[in-house]
């Protein structure tokens, strides 16, 4: 997983891009229904398409070791059949990134990383938002957890799912 090096416009542009599809999202099925929506189900919309979407597999768990180099070791649900993916790398989400790209033959760039926090004490949940590219179309995902890394994990996983809903 390399990150390009953007100025924090371009970044801050990326994010928006997620923003706008968001919308979209979110007209597309206010149109079906044909009624305006409350907050509380924009964010079901956003929770559908950008933190439980999981056509593909679904995240069952997973777990770093530290060796010479960061070790992953996930586990995936993929129809109804429990997978195991390893991956390595300098740092723990490049770890994931390489343990997806190989073991479903995937071409990909990390081109937005971004986190929040939901609150404002130590308890607060984590947000992570993460846009990969391929074929110069962006794939984005999100995760909300306590843990930032966890996150991060669900938000790769659902960003790549998103990419492979796309073939």
Known sequence: MHLKPLSIYTTRLQTYKMNEEMGYATKKVSD???REFSSEKIYQVFK????????????????????????VTLILKQADQYIELQGKSTGSLDAVSNALKTSFQL?????VYEQHSLGKDSLAEACAQIGISHNRQMYWGAGIDEDIMKASVQALVVAVNRLEASK
């Open 48 to 71: 559908e398409q950008y933190i439980d979407y999981s056509p593909h597999f679904q995240l069952v768990d997973y777990r770093f070791e530290k060796g010479e180099k960061q070790e």
């Open 32 to 34: 079906r229904t044909n």
């Open 107 to 111: 071409d990909y760039e990390l081109e």
